[in-house]
């Protein structure tokens, strides 16, 4: 029997975490793994897509709903859990990518982080074995173009593209101006299309 | 007129609809007359249909939240060595269950007792509830309702909108009901929210009161709801329990400040058949008389008129 997974956005869901988060702030864990289902798909594909590498975006993951737990007595429900766990989700990314850019230095295989990974992957659209190839191929060259970006860039393309999370809602989680979100997307955007214009001609 | 990088930023804004009507517009209208930008936009489109949204799949998941899991409930045995909780989850690891508890709720709250007065799904399982689900594995907190019915001994069925059908029965004084009809309330289908508030008017008219929680949520549909149908039916159920404080505040906010004349003036109604004390509205009274229903006008008058000839 496989679960089924169902997504509800509502104030019904709203309702619904703000009891849970409350009843993980009175030192229920039960309520907190229910938090954690409702939103930790959507943390383990923004790690994935900021990293590249399945094992380093579970470290994140894990590292993300650890500090979450330990945090959740200081939530104030000034914004959403989802968006909280995001939040923390970017900045644990983002120094995943500080401490790996010290050890590539000292590392002989920094051209291929996570090389092993792409087998795993679930590629949405595709149906026939050499599409996948295809999609495979596709992916590492997104995965090597999202390495030109700089961290936060690469915050904003991966909340905004992958998670499609509305800007209004990324400036919130990464507490800058909207107008600062824009610019970083845009020079992004304009990143990728450099790096991926080989690719995408063809 | 724009710089060619406002122009661009704004082809990227307009690729993934962040931009204003007005300045969709200002760049649609441009774009018709500039094939320079057209050819950008086709590059930009071009670039999103190929860098498509991926995910990580649920084989990878499930493992990954079941490590997180385990790695979570060894902490909390640290900090409480005795928590049944713990104990449990030990069990439930070792039989080698996915512990989604979500799914999985329904057939551990069959096993388990626990404490804390807090709702959870396995309250739905004990006493004379009955809940028919074929494989348990939908929690009813996260899905949509079907129907509510309410049948004249005072039970309400609440059906959800699963594949598997969800039904839960049971008394409308019921904490377990009484915690879904609330979800029912607020609920974003409008057609569901209807069938609450019918429901709860039944409950209401029979019992002639109703749980202090619910009043929360009827004022908040006041405030919010968009149905005039709905409104009305909660001013009904408002006028219907016993005269309170609290029901009293909700009806004189309904009659003070909702946009709509019909549901201001059933207020009105409910306050003056529900037994209120006429002098302590005086001063709402002092306010409707202006107000742009004639009879709600008139009435705040009389009443008014009369309140003073019976101080004096």
Same mark, same amino acid.
């Not at chain 1, 897509?49 to 975006?57: E, F, I, Q, R, V």
């Not at chain 2, 709509?260 to 009105?268: E, I, M, S």
């Given at each position: 029997m496989s679960p089924v997974y169902i997504h509800v956005v509502s104030d019904q869901q709203k309702y619904i975490e703000f009891e849970l988060v409350q009843r993980a702030q009175q030192g229920d864990a039960k309520a907190f793994e229910e938090l954690v289902i409702l939103s930790d798909h959507q943390v383990l594909n923004l790690a994935y897509s900021m990293t590249g590498s399945l094992t380093d975006a579970q470290d994140i993951y894990q590292e993300t709903f650890l500090r979450a737990f330990k945090g959740i007595g200081d939530f104030?429900?000034?914004?959403s859990f989802r968006t909280w766990v995001l939040r923390i989700a970017v900045n644990q990314a983002i120094n995943w990518r500080k401490k790996k850019k010290l050890k590539l230095f000292f590392s002989l295989d920094a051209q291929n982080p996570g090389e092993n990974d792409t087998p795993f992957l679930q590629i949405t659209d595709d149906s026939d074995a050499s599409a996948a190839i295809r999609s495979g191929e596709i992916l590492q060259q997104i995965h090597a173009a999202m390495h030109t970006l700089s961290s936060k860039e690469r915050a904003v393309f991966s909340l905004r593209h992958f998670q499609e999370i509305k800007i209004k809602e990324i400036a919130r989680m990464l507490e800058c101006a909207e107008g600062t979100v824009k610019n970083l997307l845009f020079r992004a955007t304009q990143k990728m299309q450099k790096a991926l214009a080989h690719y995408i001609e063809e | 007129m724009s710089t060619c990088r406002t122009i661009k930023e704004k082809l990227v804004l307009y690729c993934y609809d962040e931009l204003s009507d007005t300045e969709q517009a200002e760049l649609e209208a441009h774009l018709k007359v500039c094939s320079a930008c057209q050819e950008e936009l086709a590059a930009l489109q071009k670039l999103q249909a190929d860098v498509k949204s991926f995910s990580v799949s649920n084989d990878i998941l499930q493992p990954t939240r079941r490590a997180l899991f385990y790695k979570l409930r060894n902490m909390s045995a640290k900090e409480q060595p005795s928590s049944p909780w713990w104990n449990i989850g030990k069990l439930a690891l070792q039989a080698g269950l996915a512990i989604v508890l979500v799914f999985f709720g329904f057939k551990l709250g069959k096993n388990q007792s626990q404490t804390g007065s807090n709702f959870a799904i %396995?309250? =739905?399982?004990?006493?004379?509830r009955t809940i028919s689900v074929d494989?348990? &594995?939908? &929690?009813? =907190? =996260?899905v949509g309702i079907d129907k509510i019915t309410f049948s004249s001994d005072g039970a309400v069925e609440i059906s959800y909108n699963t594949l598997n059908k969800i039904h839960i029965q049971g008394y409308g004084n019921d904490p377990a009901i009484q915690h879904m009809l609330h979800y029912a309330l607020l609920t974003d289908d409008p057609i569901a929210r209807l069938r609450a508030v019918k429901a709860l008017e039944k409950l209401a008219s029979m019992n002639k009161k109703l749980d202090d929680s619910y009043f929360t949520i009827l004022q908040r549909i006041l405030n919010q709801e968009t149905n005039i149908g709905v409104k009305l039916t909660v001013i009904d159920i408002l006028g219907t329990v016993q005269p309170q404080p609290q029901v009293q505040d909700i009806l004189v906010n309904a009659m003070l400040a909702d946009d709509n004349q019909a549901v201001r003036l059933q207020a009105f109604k409910a306050l003056l058949g529900g037994e209120y004390q006429i002098a302590a509205l005086e001063n709402v009274l002092t306010i409707t %008389? &202006?107000? &742009?229903n004639t009879y709600i006008r008139t009435k705040s008058l009389e009443l008014l008129n009369k309140s003073k000839g019976t101080s004096l």
């Amino acid at each position: 029997m496989s679960p089924v997974y169902i997504h509800v956005v509502s104030d019904q869901q709203k309702y619904i975490e703000f009891e849970l988060v409350q009843r993980a702030q009175q030192g229920d864990a039960k309520a907190f793994e229910e938090l954690v289902i409702l939103s930790d798909h959507q943390v383990l594909n923004l790690a994935y897509s900021m990293t590249g590498s399945l094992t380093d975006a579970q470290d994140i993951y894990q590292e993300t709903f650890l500090r979450a737990f330990k945090g959740i007595g200081d939530f104030r429900f000034q914004s959403s859990f989802r968006t909280w766990v995001l939040r923390i989700a970017v900045n644990q990314a983002i120094n995943w990518r500080k401490k790996k850019k010290l050890k590539l230095f000292f590392s002989l295989d920094a051209q291929n982080p996570g090389e092993n990974d792409t087998p795993f992957l679930q590629i949405t659209d595709d149906s026939d074995a050499s599409a996948a190839i295809r999609s495979g191929e596709i992916l590492q060259q997104i995965h090597a173009a999202m390495h030109t970006l700089s961290s936060k860039e690469r915050a904003v393309f991966s909340l905004r593209h992958f998670q499609e999370i509305k800007i209004k809602e990324i400036a919130r989680m990464l507490e800058c101006a909207e107008g600062t979100v824009k610019n970083l997307l845009f020079r992004a955007t304009q990143k990728m299309q450099k790096a991926l214009a080989h690719y995408i001609e063809e | 007129m724009s710089t060619c990088r406002t122009i661009k930023e704004k082809l990227v804004l307009y690729c993934y609809d962040e931009l204003s009507d007005t300045e969709q517009a200002e760049l649609e209208a441009h774009l018709k007359v500039c094939s320079a930008c057209q050819e950008e936009l086709a590059a930009l489109q071009k670039l999103q249909a190929d860098v498509k949204s991926f995910s990580v799949s649920n084989d990878i998941l499930q493992p990954t939240r079941r490590a997180l899991f385990y790695k979570l409930r060894n902490m909390s045995a640290k900090e409480q060595p005795s928590s049944p909780w713990w104990n449990i989850g030990k069990l439930a690891l070792q039989a080698g269950l996915a512990i989604v508890l979500v799914f999985f709720g329904f057939k551990l709250g069959k096993n388990q007792s626990q404490t804390g007065s807090n709702f959870a799904i %396995k309250d =739905l399982l004990t006493a004379s509830r009955t809940i028919s689900v074929d494989d348990g &594995s939908i &929690s009813p =907190l =996260l899905v949509g309702i079907d129907k509510i019915t309410f049948s004249s001994d005072g039970a309400v069925e609440i059906s959800y909108n699963t594949l598997n059908k969800i039904h839960i029965q049971g008394y409308g004084n019921d904490p377990a009901i009484q915690h879904m009809l609330h979800y029912a309330l607020l609920t974003d289908d409008p057609i569901a929210r209807l069938r609450a508030v019918k429901a709860l008017e039944k409950l209401a008219s029979m019992n002639k009161k109703l749980d202090d929680s619910y009043f929360t949520i009827l004022q908040r549909i006041l405030n919010q709801e968009t149905n005039i149908g709905v409104k009305l039916t909660v001013i009904d159920i408002l006028g219907t329990v016993q005269p309170q404080p609290q029901v009293q505040d909700i009806l004189v906010n309904a009659m003070l400040a909702d946009d709509n004349q019909a549901v201001r003036l059933q207020a009105f109604k409910a306050l003056l058949g529900g037994e209120y004390q006429i002098a302590a509205l005086e001063n709402v009274l002092t306010i409707t %008389k &202006s107000d &742009s229903n004639t009879y709600i006008r008139t009435k705040s008058l009389e009443l008014l008129n009369k309140s003073k000839g019976t101080s004096l």
